[in-house]
């Protein structure tokens, strides 16, 4: 009886299929690369599954119920909801994707034959282009979030920002942005003598930073993560040691 309520109660939303990873593959891409000129052709979208269309119908409702849960958290509770979905439900979802990947499948068919072989060239490089931009980030992001979690040392503001901290309280009804602004013509009209306590405190915060880090990188190279290191920072290997076999 539950979840035939949710089932009636949840509205269908924007596809939420690309931040959960399943269709942005498919996506269109607009950008003609370096040298060509105009648009390059979109691909027609996969459409989502029957279980990527109801998480995406059943996000919206979890989040009004669960405010203060994180994605993942959520993600987990709609992929329980899906395997206890009455059967009806799940085969219209499943029917809908079936329905949906046929005339995907008519419509890419249609695009594939309409292409010319250097549009089908250009098209493939960005997409290539795009899927590499896509990896590099979400490696990056999942190099910072593993530093956080090892609690790297994080830069300290600089004398500018310090200024700022101490003038927040004079902020009143000024946006955030209107605020810095005026804080920047202030700080460039202040005379070195009245800016030397900031650069101090932001050059011995920088100093203790640098030290913290140093003993930082020195502890992940020992627990195996040089991989977290600055580059200059991570060890060097001798190559008369590393066994021919390996070079």
Not at 146 to 156: D, I, L
Request: aromatic share 6%; with cysteine.
């Amino acid at each position: 009886m539950a979840l035939r309520f949710l089932i009636k109660t949840i509205t269908p939303v924007e596809r939420m299929t690309a931040s959960l990873g399943f269709s942005r593959h498919c996506a269109g891409v607009k950008t003609a690369p370096p040298g060509t000129s105009g648009a390059l052709p979109e691909r027609p979208k996969k459409p989502a599954s029957g279980y990527v269309q109801f998480v995406t119908d059943t996000i919206p409702l979890l989040r009004q119920q669960m405010p203060n849960a994180k994605s993942s958290e959520m993600m987990t509770k709609a992929s329980a909801l899906w395997k206890d979905l009455d059967t009806a439900t799940k085969k219209r979802y499943n029917d809908a994707y079936s329905a949906n990947k046929e005339k995907w499948l008519a419509d890419m068919a249609r695009f594939e034959a309409s292409l010319s072989a250097q549009t089908r060239d250009q098209l493939m490089m960005a997409e290539r282009k795009a899927r590499d931009e896509r990896r590099e980030s979400r490696e990056r992001r999942q190099r910072k979030r593993q530093m956080n979690e090892r609690q790297k040392p994080r830069k300290p503001a600089n004398a500018f920002m310090l200024y700022i901290q101490d003038r927040q309280a004079t902020r009143g009804d000024r946006s955030q942005k209107d605020f810095i602004v005026d804080m920047a013509k202030e700080w460039a009209n202040k005379p070195e003598s009245e800016r030397a306590p900031y650069v101090k405190r932001y050059t011995e915060a920088k100093e203790q930073y640098q030290k913290a880090l140093v003993a930082w990188e020195g502890q992940m190279i020992k627990e195996g993560r040089a991989d977290l290191v600055r580059t200059g920072s991570q060890p060097v290997i001798d190559t008369d040691e590393v066994p021919k076999s390996r070079r």
